[in-house]
């Protein structure tokens, strides 16, 4: 599915954009020295103060037991690392060379504490592959797209031990499945915090502007926080970022050519807002969504911005691309673990999104916001916390949606109920802007998927766990429990 792209200098187009910071071959021989990824280009304020870097280490055939295998000895049951002394890191995470390949197996890391050199037992990285953008979208089909992991925040570490076990199949060799081809290991530094002052320092580079211009008028450029404001403010917020407008078509609509010469084609102004228009067709599934605009918004809630939380703007690819509107909020657990603490979730975070783009190939962090286990709500993809902002959350049903994700696993684990607050907070407000009912339904139609087909009209509650949209675990089956209190939490905010 298509959306359609403003650029940081002000243009809107539909062509495919390349990621020129990703120039590391992924076809390297078995042991090379670990590579350092870094910011490209020019080095501004933001990157100066949080410089992080991401490492990428190919995996080898191991043979049973976790010792390296010999060359020429056949299938290799698996693939991993040997214990290996590297610079420290944070977060860990494996990709491989096709985004379409599925990683059928049993993925573990053990890593040694810098804070004590203890070396930690071996645990799981989730080999789901569905948080990513879909595949016939400009972001899919851009070629920079690799399989991956989920990333597993494993704290301040300096060594590693890798091993990744096919799944096994009854009637194959006694190897099982093929592994994917090219598989490595990402070792992401976050970096330091961004140093605490009176006022930020102001913007300096082009990425960086667009990005902090993309929150005006909400707030200056440069603020680190979006404050929380009651319903009139929020009731005010549509009118000066131009959120809800128009019911007009999808973006990804073939009818509708993605040409910026098009009169069909919604323009777009200075730094992204699209400007008011009316097309034919495309109106909400809800029928009071746009009648509902503007009368059931919840007050909005503080929100770190990109700025407050560190991001590295030189690593994301330029401009911003939006949808039509928003009708769906899908909740996401980050599958990342759930060894961090309150202060760490910005260098959380700040992992997240270097693995999302530098790792994994993506524009930009995938999730449109983010929530730590206190509660505290960040902006995820840049292009304005009020806009309808096109993410890449679930696989097929990133248009016209918005995807939230709470750091940390919650399969066997309760989320804290400043957690659950958080979403409903969030929702209240966000779906408000565009009218939605958090307590209704939706009907979105498929990008593709394990679910549904492509072009599968399908009728979602409006805030749905992300495996309403995709065949998966996610997010954990004690926080999809918990989506019920979200829905209701939401619905009061807005104040029906």
């Not at 292009?383 to 750091?407: C, D, E, P, Y």
Request: proline content about 7%; charged content about 20%; aromatic content about 6%.
């Amino acid at each position: 599915m298509r959306g359609f792209l403003v650029s940081s200098t002000v243009t809107a187009c539909a062509a495919a954009l390349t990621l020129p910071f990703l120039a590391t071959s992924y076809g390297a021989a078995p042991s090379p020295a670990p590579e350092a990824r870094g910011s490209k280009g020019h080095v501004s304020a933001a990157s100066r103060a949080i410089p992080g870097s991401t490492r990428s280490l190919p995996l080898i055939p191991l043979a049973a037991g976790g010792r390296a295998r010999a060359h020429g000895g056949g299938p290799a049951p698996e693939q991993g690392l040997l214990e290996r002394e590297v610079k420290p890191f944070s977060l860990v995470g494996i990709v491989w060379d096709d985004a379409s390949a599925e990683l059928r197996g049993l993925a573990q890391v053990r890593t040694r504490a810098v804070s004590n050199g203890d070396w930690s037992k071996w645990q799981d990285v989730q080999t789901h592959d569905d948080d990513r953008p879909d595949l016939d979208s400009a972001e899919g089909r851009g070629g920079r797209l690799r399989g991956s992991t989920a990333p597993l925040w494993v704290g301040a570490s300096d060594a590693i031990q890798v091993r990744v076990r096919p799944e096994a199949v009854a009637d194959r060799t006694p190897e099982g499945r093929a592994l994917p081809a090219g598989m490595r290991l990402e070792l992401v530094d976050p970096g330091d915090d961004p140093v605490r002052t009176r006022a930020a320092a102001p913007p300096d580079t082009e990425e960086e502007i667009a990005s902090s211009a993309a929150n005006a008028p909400l707030v200056p450029l440069g603020a680190t926080e979006i404050p929380a404001a009651g319903k009139a403010a929020s009731v005010a917020d549509i009118a000066a970022t131009g959120a809800g407008r128009g019911g007009g078509h999808r973006a990804d609509d073939p009818e509708y050519p993605m040409d910026p010469d098009d009169a069909s084609v919604p323009r777009v102004s200075e730094y992204g807002d699209p400007v008011d228009a009316t097309y034919p067709g495309d109106l909400d599934d809800t029928d009071q969504t746009m009648a509902d605009t503007g009368r059931y918004v919840g007050p909005r809630p503080r929100i770190v911005t990109r700025v407050g939380w560190g991001a590295d703007e030189s690593l994301r690819e330029k401009g911003f691309v939006y949808t039509n509107t928003v009708r769906a909020a899908f909740v996401h657990h980050s599958a990342s673990g759930n060894r961090y603490t309150c202060a760490q979730s910005a260098s959380v975070i700040r992992s997240i999104y270097r693995y999302h783009v530098v790792s994994s190939g993506w524009r930009d962090l995938g999730y449109n916001f983010l929530i730590d286990k206190c509660g505290k709500i960040y902006e995820g993809r840049a292009g304005g916390v009020a806009k309808a902002v096109m993410g890449a959350h679930t696989l097929g049903f990133n248009t016209n949606s918005m995807g939230i994700a709470v750091l940390g696993t919650f399969d066997k684990s309760s989320p804290p109920t400043a957690a659950v607050n958080a979403v409903g907070a969030i929702t209240a407000w966000k779906l408000g802007l565009f009218g939605a009912n958090p307590r209704g339904t939706t009907t979105l139609v498929s990008g593709g998927g394990n679910l549904f087909k492509k072009g599968t009209s399908v009728k979602l509650k409006v805030i749905s766990g992300h495996r309403d949209g995709y065949a998966t675990e996610c997010p954990g089956d004690r926080l999809y429990s918990r989506l019920g209190t979200a829905r209701s939490t939401a619905a009061r905010l807005q104040g029906r």
